[in-house]
């Protein structure tokens, strides 16, 4: 790459982290993709409010066990935890990209598991993804794509610069595919952050779930799901999701 390009990249760049799993569930306070979640003494497992089926468990993550500047940015106590609907007889679905749809079909929030979690058993024909289990995180340095450069930074480029910037991130892409905490999304379609229903405020990147990686799921075309975050206010989260 140019390296003019480069040097005014590296202003913008972040780091991200890439989770490394195993197969097994351990705790209800372990961060997971799938699994048994943190659920309150007598809380149901959260259900579809179209469909009224359970909800899969798509992410915990234990905010107190993950990196220092997610600590900083949400806080260090709690967990954050994702629940989606996959049924296809779902209302809400017409709109399920969407951050804020008109029939929620998944549940977003931060609960302060400060007590032992309450064990609740699904009937045997619930069906959920099998759980992966995160034990580490391994530290990356991402810088914003082409499109993200172009369309959300506005920086502005000579169209040689661009040619060869577009270029550059289609051979050794600059952000990172699949799962991962923080750093810049991987855009499918373009730029998209949701405003803070509070504070209007542009959401940040959090985290990301791509399809047919650790979760047994395809968002529409192979796309990817994103969870972000107000910084204004951390327990205003939204997911909207992205595909081909």
Sequence with gaps: MDEKILARLAAYKKTAWLPKVVNDDG???????SGTPWLAKDEKWPTCVSCRQPMQLFLQLNLEQSPPAIQQALGDMGLLQFFYCCSDDTAGHDESWEAF??????????????????????SENTAFFPVQRIVEWEEVTE?????????????????????SLEEWDEAHPLTYEGEKLGGW?????????PQCPRCKTNMQHLFQIDSDKLL?????????GYISYCPNHPDEIAFLWQCY
Excluded: N
């Design 185 to 193: 999304a991987y855009w499918v379609q373009y730029p998209e952050y």
């Design 216 to 224: 047994p799921h395809m968002w529409g075309d192979a796309g990817i």
């Design 101 to 122: 749809p008109t029939v929620p079909t998944r549940l977003l929030r931060i609960v302060e598991a400060e007590t032992e979690s309450t064990p609740y058993e699904l």
């Design 143 to 163: 810088y914003p794509s082409y499109v993200e450069c172009t369309e959300h930074l506005a920086l502005e480029f000579t169209e040689e610069e661009k040619a």
């Design 27 to 33: 705790t209800a306070f372990d961060s997971k993709f």
